[in-house]
């Protein structure tokens, strides 16, 4: 509560003060990364604007052999010109939730969003990087990416590359890479370093990949089907509870971290058990039928059902629940996935959530005469180019797709 009333203070001061339109304020917690490289080009190119580092720590500025001038982020003098200036420019989100209005905010993104990969689920309420105005991306897949991982709306998602990178693409880019190679110790014949990351967050730490590498292993599967009952909702009930299944798992599979509440097998119990107590209301797939049938009067009551999934069904949300219905052959319910929904949001059909979007696959359906499983999968194919019946892929065509309707409504 206090850092709320402080950062709402933070932000009326910034809304009163009056911008320098020539003063860019860089904030990192050292010289480095997309930010030095954008500041030393800035410096370079365009001797006119005033350049400010806003920092952490001093120790990563004292073998600095140039002058920088540069303030402590949390200090008086620089929250001062961190409210002075037009521009501010990031290598992450800092200071995003007291940014104003009339400052342009600017995250040269440091590198692949893996590591915050599991906020798209766990962060659907955090709306603070929508005070963004710019995020720099490398590639159409990463700006889906980014702009799912942090809620924002992917048309402030730019594909520019990184800076950091811009050195090696300039004229005497064979020299820069020696000297690069001459750094290292021994000197290696060949480099290949790609070094992706997955950071824990909130409990995550043993990881997607691991989780699921142990759970859908062929020996695990066997195992798995033991231990839920062959899948029987009645048996899964009747043997577990939330704690006893986790620990039916940790007996039975390697679990890491299993103190945390956030660990994905305890996650994984909870949403089997609550899954199991769903299906358990029903006496069969007619009665199951009949209840689905029930919410079809229009587009309004078949939206309240995925919307009951998500609540019955810990951990399922809205696109994955509209996506169970859909396989199931309920072909009123389409999936608003991220691809979808930035298609829809770019042409301006509709606004970029789960709901909007998925009213206008309906919206659209219903105006082709066709179904909305049948809509949801033409966009499926343009965005995956996999036709998978027909063993063709074509590539990915999104932004070609997107760009191509644009160009055909400006006519």
């Known amino acids: 509560m206090v850092q709320i009333l402080i950062n709402a203070l933070l932000r009326l001061l910034n809304g009163i003060i009056i911008k320098n339109n020539k003063q860019i304020v860089f904030i990192n917690y050292k010289f480095s990364d997309n930010a030095k ?10 001797p006119d604007y005033k350049l400010i580092w806003l920092y952490d720590e001093e120790k990563y500025f004292n073998k600095l052999n140039m002058h920088i001038i540069r303030y402590k982020r ?16 990031t290598s992450h989100f800092d200071n995003v939730g007291i940014k104003s209005t009339r400052q342009k905010y600017v995250s040269l993104w440091h590198g692949m969003p893996l590591k915050k990969i599991g906020w798209y689920e766990r962060n659907k ?10 995020i720099i991306s490398t590639s159409y897949l990463m700006k889906s990416i980014l702009a799912s991982c942090f809620h924002v709306d992917p048309k402030k998602v730019f594909i520019t590359g990184q800076p950091r990178n811009d050195k090696l693409f300039h004229a005497n880019k064979d020299e820069i890479i020696r000297k690069i190679v001459s750094s290292l110790t021994p000197t290696p014949n060949i480099i290949i370093s790609y070094l992706p990351t997955f ?11 691991d989780f699921l590498e142990e759970l859908f292993s062929d020996d695990n599967c066997n195992n798995l089907n033991k231990i839920l009952c062959e899948y029987n909702a009645e048996g899964i009930l009747a043997h577990y509870n939330n704690d006893t ?5 940790c007996n039975n599979f390697i679990v890491k971290n299993k103190e945390s509440k956030s660990n994905l097998w305890r996650r994984y119990s909870k949403a089997v058990i609550s899954a199991a107590g769903f299906i358990s209301k029903f006496k069969g797939a007619n009665d199951f039928d009949e209840f689905v049938c029930s ?11 995925p919307l009951i999934l998500e609540k019955e ?11 169970f219905l859909k396989e199931l052959g309920y072909s009123r319910y389409p999936k608003p996935d991220v691809h979808i929904k930035e298609i829809f949001s770019s042409l301006e059909f509709c606004e970029y959530n789960d709901y909007e979007t998925y009213k206008a696959v309906i919206e659209m359906a219903d105006i082709c005469k066709d179904t909305p499983y049948n809509v949801d999968k033409t966009f499926w194919l343009i965005c995956s180019g996999n036709f998978y019946l027909h063993g063709i892929n074509i590539g990915r065509n999104k932004k070609e797709f997107i760009d191509e309707v644009k160009r055909v409504c400006s006519e």
Not at 74 to 88: A, D, E, L, N, P
Not at 245 to 249: G, P
Not at 313 to 323: N, R, S, V
């Open 37 to 46: 490289s954008f500041f030393e080009y800035i410096r370079e190119n365009h």
């Open 74 to 89: 949390k200090s008086v003098k620089g929250m001062w010109h961190f409210f002075k200036g037009r521009y501010i420019v």
């Open 125 to 134: 309420n955090d709306h603070r990087y929508e005070k963004a105005d710019i």
């Open 199 to 209: 950071r824990s967050f909130g409990g995550y730490k043993d990881g997607e990949h």
């Open 245 to 249: 299944l986790f620990d039916a798992f």
């Open 295 to 305: 919410f079809s009067y229009n587009s309004l009551s078949t939206a309240a059902l």
């Open 313 to 323: 069904i810990f951990g399922l949300g809205f696109p994955l629940a509209c996506d």
